[in-house]
């Protein structure tokens, strides 16, 4: 009796440790969109401004890219290296993906920036490029 219950303990921990990851697995294989953007080093608009402009694409299964149409892009900025990223604007697309705002650099220092757009329709988190604005 002691080495039916070894064994069927055995077997449902293998099961448990299977599926979590296969989970895990599927999770991170969601199809990213595409974040196309210009880092504002040139775009200054006022002394300590900066345009920001880019457009989010998702791609589909036969090759196309249709438009992210009027849906949510959060700009992430930090202040180091080590430091979290906090959202600090959440802007929405317009009917062809496009996006633009205003952003602003730091008297003294640097900060990162980067644009994030959450996971949603199938598609998983997907994240810019990371570019710093500072004064010399």
Known sequence: MRKFRALLAAL????????????????????????DEVPPGTKQVSYNAFKLKG?????????TLL?????????????????????VKKIKTDAAGAYKTKIYAPEKG?????????????YGNTKGKVWTLYFD
């Open 110 to 122: 640097r900060w990162k920036w980067r644009s994030k757009v959450d996971h949603s329709n199938g």
């Open 12 to 35: 449902i921990a293998a099961l448990l440790v299977g599926g979590v990851l296969a989970t895990g697995a599927t999770a991170g294989s969601l199809p990213k969109r595409i974040i």
């Open 67 to 87: 438009p992210y149409a009027e849906q949510k892009v959060k700009i992430q900025k930090k202040k180091c290296g080590t430091c979290k990223w906090k959202t």
């Open 55 to 63: 457009t989010v694409m998702e791609p589909q299964v036969d090759g």
